[in-house]
């Protein structure tokens, strides 16, 4: 048989961090290259436009991290 591991709380919270951080940085991504793909010349320069991305990948991130913590809390709440 198998090891029976127990499971403390918390013990996953970096793996479900990354795990809606990296979502956040797939969707920004993908919304950005379908934007790039339907135009036909691109109105910025090469720095200017990776600056702008960065800035919004930063920001969903953020965001991603936040709804996640956000959701943590509720289910905490609900759950006691």
């Excluded at 320069?45 to 956000?70: D, F, K, P, S």
Aim: net charge positive.
């Amino acid at each position: 048989g198998g090891t029976h591991s127990a499971h403390h709380e918390g013990e996953l919270l970096h793996l479900r961090r990354a795990a809606f951080a990296s979502g956040a940085v797939s969707i920004t991504s993908w919304y950005v290259a379908l934007v790039l793909g339907g135009l036909r010349t691109i109105p910025v320069t090469l720095v200017m436009g990776v600056t702008v991305y960065l800035g919004v990948l930063g920001i969903a991130v953020i965001a991603a991290v936040a709804m996640e913590r956000q959701i943590r809390m509720r289910a905490s709440r609900n759950a006691g």
